[in-house]
């Protein structure tokens, strides 16, 4: 089972900066997209930013827009996530998905960052 790990979160002040890291652990297939999602507390887990390798297709969603920006390197199946301006609301745990058969339909998932900003 491919696994993604997750890194770089952390306990923040609001207007503060981080950069999450996903890496491949013991995978041996290409990601045709990978993505961002969060689940906040007490939340469902929601889309934040996702990335279509081939198309070069960028989007997030609307809350992070101008303040979020995603990458990362298709060959070495890497996404990360550079968070700027950070939000009390953008509390949550970050979890990095990829995309193996069909771009967008996320077949692994890592294990989560916890990122915390307070205000």
């Known amino acids: 089972q491919a696994q993604f790990i997750e890194s770089g979160g952390g306990f923040v002040t609001a207007g503060d900066s981080l950069r999450l890291s996903c890496v491949p652990f013991e995978t041996n297939f290409k990601t045709l997209s990978m993505g961002w999602f969060r689940r906040p507390p007490g939340g469902d887990r929601e889309f934040v930013a996702g990335?279509?390798?081939?198309?070069?297709?960028?989007d997030y969603t609307d809350d992070v827009k101008g303040r979020f920006t995603i990458s990362g390197d298709s060959a070495k199946n890497q996404t990360f996530l550079q968070m700027n301006s950070l939000k009390p609301e953008d509390t949550a745990v970050y979890y990095c998905a990829a995309a193996r058969d069909r771009p967008l339909m996320w077949d692994f998932w890592g294990q989560g960052t916890q990122v915390v900003v307070s205000s």
């Open positions: 990335i279509i390798w081939r198309a070069g297709m960028i």
